[in-house]
């Protein structure tokens, strides 16, 4: 039995999806007894390219382009394949075994606009991820929903995909946990920031769904005399947009902004933070949300299902920008609240492991594989 899974989002440039491939993968050969092949990108990790317990093929065609959607048998030979896992919400066109999609959300079929803002490709993007998407949830054999948020909006519109959905939550990493030596971590990070003063973190690209220029006018709105900084970790630069907003009300001194962090600065400037706000529109899941709970560091959210799925109680909850600039002043002057909120994220954190999550995923090719669908090899 062969599993063949599209690992082409792990490489050079770290995001979400990779970062997802990345966990399962290492855990998977010993809950897999078959065989696995991938299909990696020319620029993937060394480990992916060098490790002995799993075939690989170079496939040089981006991930979202043309190639996946219309022709991707002819990408990489899946003439061995039994079960083929594509992890990034499409499903291509032909490919003559079973099939396991991923899908994060349904952001491109419902609102386009917030994933990548209103630009002239945005029509042809739109009509690109509505047949990969569509495809995956009417054709997939199983389709992996990443929370109960993603599922009930699948089933919502999409109900005949219910029998072959299942939801697998994402874990965290054994690395995000509370530091061992905060005052190191704080001196650590004020030499990468420039400042020792609190401050807030958001971590993600400036995409229009993570709503991040609500933030930095919740954040303007709070008193100066606090002496609160707002860090903006950005793995990608999208322009000048958020600066140019903070300088037009005059928070461009107490506003950091950050890119190409290595994973333990990254990590320490969330373990450092007052609180984590994430106040995102729109979201699958939200890892920093997690990964910062895990970290013990407070968390302010947004009013949305998935946050409420995830945090369970754990963050601080803002519906609207003024909500939020009384929950960052109430975090911020109280002691009590962020030891409450920092327990009671640890806590549930907790709940979520990448060992379970790769037990899932295993389980769910052994499903597919055993559905008409799959090829029998001698």
Sequence with gaps: MKLTLDARYLRERPSGIGAYVAAVLRRLPPRWPGALSLWRHPQAPSWVTDDPRWSSAVVRAPANGPGTLCWPSALAPLDDTDVFHAPFNILGRGIGCATVVTVHDLMWLHSPALCEGLKLSTPFQWAFYRDGIVRALDEATRVVAISQATADDIVKHFPKCGPRLRVITHGVESV????????????????????????????????????????VRAFAALPR??????????????????????????????????????????????QSALALVQFSRAEGFGMPVIEAMAAGTPVIVSAIAVFAEITAGAALVAADEAALTRAMAELAGSPRLADELSARGLARAADFSWERSADLHAEVYAEAASSPRARRHA
């Design 225 to 270: 005399r606090l002496g609160l900084r707002l860090v903006l970790l950005q793995r990608l630069q999208t322009g000048g947009a958020l600066p140019k907003l903070a300088k037009s009300l005059g928070i461009e001194d107490r506003v950091v902004w950050q890119s190409a962090l290595s994973d333990d600065d990254t990590r320490s400037l969330v």
């Design 176 to 215: 995000w946990a509370p530091p061992a030596d905060p005052a190191g971590v704080h001196a650590r990070v004020a030499g990468i920031v420039g400042f020792s003063a609190p401050y807030f973190v958001m971590v993600g690209q400036n995409a229009p769904y993570k709503n991040q220029a609500a933030v």
